[in-house]
C-alpha cells in the first residue's frame, strides 16, 4: 500500500543525463527541493555517484568518480518513510515507472555524512559490510534466487523483479576493484528491485551518504530515469 504522504528521497538522471536529487523533510512533497546537479553523465561507462548530505554544514554534495563535483544548501532534513526503497524505478501510487537501463554495482547507504576524503578512499573498493554507519550495501554478488542480499548485518533484503538480471562483469568493462557481478536493467514493463528501507532510528535523517555505480545506457522516452527511489509520489 502506497501513498503519496510517504516521499523521502530520490536519485535519478533526467533526459539530459544530468545526476539528480530530490529531497522531502516531512513525506508531503512540499519544502523540499528537486535539484539538477548539472553533472552528466556518459554513457556506455561505469560512473560512481556519491550524495553526502551534512546537517553540520547544511549542505548536500554530490561526487562523481571521488571528486566533488557540486555543492548545494540545504537545511530541510530528509523523512524517514516507511516505503520500501526501490533500485532502477520510480514508486507511484499506481505503480512503478520511470525505469532505469543500464547496470547498477555496490549500492551503498550510510547514516553519516561521509567526508570527500572517505568517499575518494573508498570508492573503487570493496566494503567488509560492517563499517560504522552503514546502513545498506548491496554488490551483486549475494543473490539467492530473486532476493538480492544485504551485505551488513542489517538484513535488508530485496526482491528481484521483471527482467532484472545479475550480470557477469569478467569480460566487459567494470568498476575498478570491486566484485565482477552488476544488475542489470532494461526500461522495459516492470524491472526493478524492490529493497527493505533502511533502519535509520529517526523520524527526519539529518546525515546521510548514497553511494552507487552506475552504467546508463541511454532514456529511450526522453523522460527521466530512476537509480534509487524511497518514497511515492501521486
Known amino acids: ?3 503519496n504522504n510517504d516521499r523521502s528521497y530520490q536519485l535519478y538522471l533526467n533526459s539530459a543525463g544530468q545526476i539528480a536529487i530530490s529531497l522531502d523533510p516531512d513525506g508531503t512533497g512540499g519544502g523540499g527541493i528537486d535539484h539538477n546537479t548539472g553533472i552528466t ?100 554478488a549475494n543473490v539467492s534466487g530473486t532476493t538480492l542480499q544485504d551485505g551488513t548485518v542489517n538484513a535488508n533484503d530485496g526482491a528481484i523483479f521483471g527482467s532484472v538480471q545479475i550480470h557477469d562483469l569478467s569480460a566487459t568493462p567494470m568498476p575498478p576493484n570491486v566484485n565482477g557481478y552488476s544488475l542489470s536493467f532494461n526500461s522495459a514493463g516492470i524491472n526493478h528491485s524492490d529493497v527493505a528501507s533502511t533502519p535509520i532510528p529517526t523520524t527526519q535523517v539529518d546525515n546521510m551518504t548514497i553511494e552507487a555505480w552506475v552504467k546508463w545506457n541511454g532514456i529511450d522516452t526522453g523522460a527521466n530515469i530512476h537509480i534509487l527511489d524511497m518514497g511515492t509520489i501521486a
Do not use: C, K
Request: aromatic share 10%; hydrophobic share 35%.
Open 41 to 140: 553523465l556518459t554513457a556506455g561507462t561505469w560512473s560512481h555517484i556519491a550524495v553526502s548530505f551534512n546537517d553540520a554544514t547544511d549542505t548536500i554534495e554530490t561526487y562523481l568518480n571521488g571528486t566533488l563535483s557540486n555543492t548545494i544548501g540545504y537545511t530541510g532534513g530528509i523523512h524517514e518513510g516507511v516505503a520500501p526503497l526501490l533500485l532502477g524505478a520510480q514508486q507511484s501510487v499506481s505503480g512503478q515507472q520511470l525505469f532505469f537501463n543500464g547496470g547498477m554495482d555496490e549500492i551503498r547507504i550510510w547514516n553519516t555524512a561521509r567526508s570527500g576524503q572517505e568517499i575518494l578512499d573508498n570508492y573503487e573498493q570493496q566494503l567488509v559490510g560492517n563499517e560504522t554507519g552503514l546502513q545498506g550495501y548491496w554488490n551483486m
Open 1 to 3: 500500500d502506497h501513498n
